[in-house]
């Protein structure tokens, strides 16, 4: 593991040490200064699990069965292809290490079309998830080009133009950039017949979005989209995940600490076997699927892991925003500093508090005329409406049983989209990537001849 992601895994590892307990201010210079900002999203609406049953939550903790999974090619050729920026921001001292974004081509040997995966909330460009579906689509013929989630702390660091992530319009932006400057640079032998873009979990929204502003723009002229599992409205699915982690965990100190300690031997275990890690879904995941056994367990590691994403980008756009939450911004943290009261602070912190102490604050400053209201709708898919439902090169995959949904949004999904959306009666959030039909659907989308869901 390089030394590059070592703040952040800092952070993971601190919380999940069996450190002693800090309140959530001690020692954080600014934390608390002055009244906290009157901007709140709304609660979410329902059950903190969605649409989720007992066999969703199993099906987002241990994922695809192995006997289920799509044929996969033997051997894939992966490069890794660090790129420099010219819109990047000044990096802040404790930073300093990712001055580069960090994404992957398989390239076939032939002409071929380029399919370009957005990863999953708070993820890199190499998850597993991510190398299911390289594997997928360069068996099918494709050139993949994966990238990492405008929410992971790399590419806040070396692509975002704000430092401040979660906006779907503004990290659309950033993505559309680098993949521009990405695929403008790649070798000549890589010839390029057609580009297609998807994602998963909040990917997949940030590819809607991305293919929107190409189609305004043109610069990449990109076919089609496939969204996969993809939330409607950020702020509503990270509210349902904020009441789960709430209702499954606690928000005190202890009650954190005890689900820490259990799962701690697991992931030193999974941190020993491999030599990279990244504190995405599946790492997290599978210590809970080794350790934890009945619903509530499951429901507060699925929380668990989305916290641990919250953690990365409170703890940046803190930083880039100078809003003092949890960083003083007249003394920021330089290397080598201790970070052991930030990770304190963070773990307590739910997404409501990163939107209406970090997002909104620095929003509302750089868009004129912007409220809170408006931050929150121009963070839904309804904002595609027209174009969802009008342009047939968008397609998504989704779950009836997918816990970052509610019945009225996947109903919108359903209505919005017809024929191009693919409904399964399983999988919870992401529990059937990779799945025969997950994957066979997905080909024929992005190739156009996806025929409808079953009648």
Sequence with gaps: MGFRHSVWIAIAAGILGAMAIVHADDGVPGADDGDPADISPPAAHGPPTGLADTAALHATVFGTPPQDVAPLPAKVPVAEINVSLPWRLPIPDVLWFDAKLHVYLSAQRKPAPLAIIISG???????????????????????????????????????????????????????????????????RKVQITDIDVLGYSLGG???????????????????????????????????????????????????????????????????????????????????????????????????????????????????YARTGVVTDPRHPPKVGDSLENVQHALRLKPFSEYFSKVFAPYYLKVRPGSTGASLIADNRLDVLADVLHSDGDYYAQTNDDDLILDRRELTWLQDTLGKRIAVYNHGGHLGNLGDRQQVADMLRMLDGSWPGPAT
């Excluded at 190409?214 to 610069?219: I, S, T, V």
């Excluded at 300690?261 to 210590?287: C, K």
């Excluded at 699925?302 to 990365?312: G, K, Q």
Aim: no cysteine; proline share 3%.
């Design 205 to 319: 929204a940030n590819a809607a979005f991305v293919k929107s502003i190409d189609a305004r723009e043109g610069k990449l002229k990109i076919h089609r989209a496939v969204m996969i599992n993809p939330p409607v409205s950020l702020f509503s699915s990270i509210g349902r995940l904020d009441k789960l982690f709430a209702a499954s965990i606690g928000s005190s100190d202890a009650a954190i600490e005890h689900l820490y300690r259990r799962l701690y031997a697991q992931l030193a275990n999974l941190y020993r076997a491999t030599d990279r890690v990244q504190m995405d879904e599946n790492f997290m995941l599978s210590a809970a699927a080794a350790t934890l056994k009945t619903d509530a367990e499951f429901s507060a590691a699925i929380a668990l892991t989305f916290r641990l994403d919250l953690v990365d980008m409170f703890f940046i756009g803190d930083l």
């Design 121 to 187: 909330t708070g993820s890199d460009a190499n998850t597993a998830k991510i190398q299911v579906l390289r594997g997928a689509l360069y068996g099918a013929g494709y050139h993949v080009l994966t990238l990492p989630s405008p929410t992971f702390p790399g590419f806040i660091v070396s692509a975002s133009s704000t430092g401040v992530a979660g906006d779907f319009q503004q990290d659309a932006h950033d993505l559309y950039g680098a993949m521009q400057e990405i695929i403008s640079h790649l070798p």
